[in-house]
């Protein structure tokens, strides 16, 4: 069966894409929670983070303390690469692995890496097939706004930083829209199952 790679931008829906496939039967690889995985004590990750940002970073349980990582890179571009170049292929590894044991326990199951980052940190090569879920700049800003009490400003901020809906597009096997009713989006969503689900769906 199909590994899928799922992406969007901030407020774009790709993570309601990724819960309406979960309830369709779907299993869902997160990034972001491997990326939290990465960050744990005792992992290659963990210690690369501490020798290249200090113990400041060093959490009491021996984990990074996220929030004052956050604080050494943001803003910062160089640092951020730093951070980026160790953990992002902490996080593919991850993928590949989960990936295997989930074909493994069902060989018929369908998986589904949801990742933000996916085409930043080149995983897209880790699927059949890459599904983009795309909402226009007016709309994903009022969606962030109202959703994470964010000024306009600052999800433009978060947008200007992210790739563009024409460079997701470009890249993209499948695109979803999510710009109108819910119902429509949910439709949108259903086709793309009904796609690779199987015909006894």
Not at 148 to 161: F, I, M, P, W, Y
Not at 182 to 200: K, M, R, S
């Amino acid at each position: 069966m199909p590994i899928i790679c799922l992406t969007g931008g901030i407020a774009a829906g790709k993570s309601t894409a990724a819960r309406y496939f979960a309830q369709r039967g779907a299993k869902i690889i997160d990034a972001d929670q491997l990326g939290h995985a990465t960050y744990e004590a005792g992992t290659a990750a963990n210690q690369r983070l501490v020798a290249t940002f200090g113990e400041a970073i060093r959490a009491e349980d021996g984990g990074i303390d996220r929030k004052a990582l956050g604080g050494m890179v943001f803003g910062r571009p160089e640092a951020l690469k730093q951070l980026t170049d160790i953990v992002w292929p902490e996080i593919r590894l991850l993928a590949e692995a989960q990936t295997k044991r989930l074909l493994k326990a069902d060989p018929n199951a369908i998986v589904i890496l949801e990742a933000a980052v996916l085409f930043e940190a080149g995983w897209d090569d880790l699927g059949d097939a890459t599904w983009v879920v795309i909402a226009e700049p007016e709309v994903a800003i009022a969606r962030a706004m109202t959703r994470d009490g964010l000024t306009r400003e600052a999800v433009e901020k978060r947008l200007s930083s992210q790739l563009s809906n024409a460079d997701r597009r470009a890249r993209a096997d499948l695109v979803i829209e999510n710009n109108a009713q819910e119902t429509d989006f949910v439709a949108a969503l259903n086709h793309a199952w009904l796609g690779i689900a199987p015909t006894n769906d």
